[in-house]
């Protein structure tokens, strides 16, 4: 065993790269169990986790969770592998199942879809003991996975549920506060629940008492469109708020009018983004749907045909697409709902 000194400056050289929701959040919490003083970027997309790790000349292991696969990720992946470098991919999009041909087979990786990441994350490291941060994320990201069940029988689902909706409003509060994302997976970490800590308590209340989740609604429900099986928001280059709830609040309201399809498109001079949702039949019910429409697939294949980029689970996808094929995604989208 070498000297604290040594072991301490192995596991800064760790780099934990995921995204920043409520997936996101406990698998830095699993990572930094096993890393404890691994430096950790909440990143949106692939793109910009290829641009930290180019950046990053210093980290001899990388962990790259919930990212989905791209080419150029892969690329970089790639190289990072061939300087020498530990890379640890671990997912659960099917978009990186159908890329995994591209990866350098020095690459160590975990693909399961059907669960959520940071159940990926606790079956690669272990880490029996947070077996609750898993369940949490698979509770926000509707899969259905052992963790979640072994956890639902220890605790229950109103807990369970309970504690997830405190993550999930805590970390919108303030989307952009990476310090906070950081700061609370320090202490999931530990073993915390997220009701046992208390500025995630704080948040989650302020959201309470400031109505921000039922303003969110109320903003939805009176700028939405309904075609068919698809509810649609469509905003221009100005968006108004939607405090943060975004995609969560259109698929609510979408769910209120029976529809099977939420969409959220936000229109950026030639550039269109757009956020898509599959829906449960109810929030409450967390097992994986498998539709005939899988919206990741749908997305990969429009853009790679029209232009742009996008992709996902079969449940929820985004990407960006040309101005000039809006309409016709929102006729296709239309006809497979």
């Not at 469109?225 to 698809?230: A, I, K």
């Given at each position: 065993m070498g000297s604290p000194r040594e072991t301490w400056r192995d596991e800064r050289r760790v780099h934990v790269l995921t995204r920043g929701n409520v997936d996101g959040i406990t698998s830095a919490a699993l990572a930094l169990a096993r890393y404890p003083d691994a430096r950790v970027s909440f990143?949106?997309?692939a793109g910009l986790a290829s641009q930290a790790m180019r950046r990053d000349l210093s980290s001899r292991t990388f962990l790259l969770i919930d990212l989905g696969l791209t080419p150029p990720l892969a690329k970089t992946l790639g190289r990072k592998a061939a300087a020498g470098a530990q890379v640890v991919l671990l997912d659960h999009h099917d978009q990186t199942l159908r890329n995994e041909a591209l990866l350098d087979p020095a690459v160590a990786r975990l693909i399961v879809p059907g669960i959520s990441a940071a159940a990926v994350t606790r079956r690669w490291l272990g880490l029996e003991r947070l077996t609750h941060l898993s369940a949490i994320a698979d509770v926000v990201e509707y899969c259905a996975s052992d963790d979640l069940e072994r956890v639902r029988v220890e605790v229950g689902d109103r807990r369970l549920h309970r504690e997830a909706e405190m993550l999930d409003f805590a970390w919108r509060f303030d989307v952009p506060d990476d310090r906070f994302r950081t700061q609370v997976a320090r202490r999931l970490a530990d073993g915390a629940w997220p009701s046992e800590i208390p500025e995630v308590r704080r948040r989650y209340f302020a959201i309470l008492n400031e109505r921000r989740w039922e303003r969110a609604l109320e903003r939805v429900r009176a700028r939405i469109?309904?075609?068919?099986?698809?509810a649609l928001l469509s905003f221009p280059r100005r968006k108004p708020s939607l405090f943060g709830f975004g995609s969560r609040a259109v698929a609510a309201v979408a769910r209120e009018r029976g529809c099977r399809v939420?969409?959220?498109?936000?229109?950026r001079a030639d550039i269109v983004s757009v956020s898509a949702r599959l829906l449960a039949p109810c929030p409450e019910v967390p097992e994986r749907i498998r539709p005939e429409l899988d919206l990741g697939r749908f997305l990969h294949e429009f853009t790679a045909y029209h232009g742009g980029s996008g992709g996902g689970h079969p449940e929820s996808a985004g990407g960006k697409i040309p101005h000039r094929a809006l309409?016709?995604?929102?006729?296709?989208i239309e006809v497979f709902a």
């Open positions: 990143v949106t997309n469109q309904v075609t068919g099986n698809v939420a969409l959220l498109v936000h229109r309409g016709t995604f929102l006729k296709e």
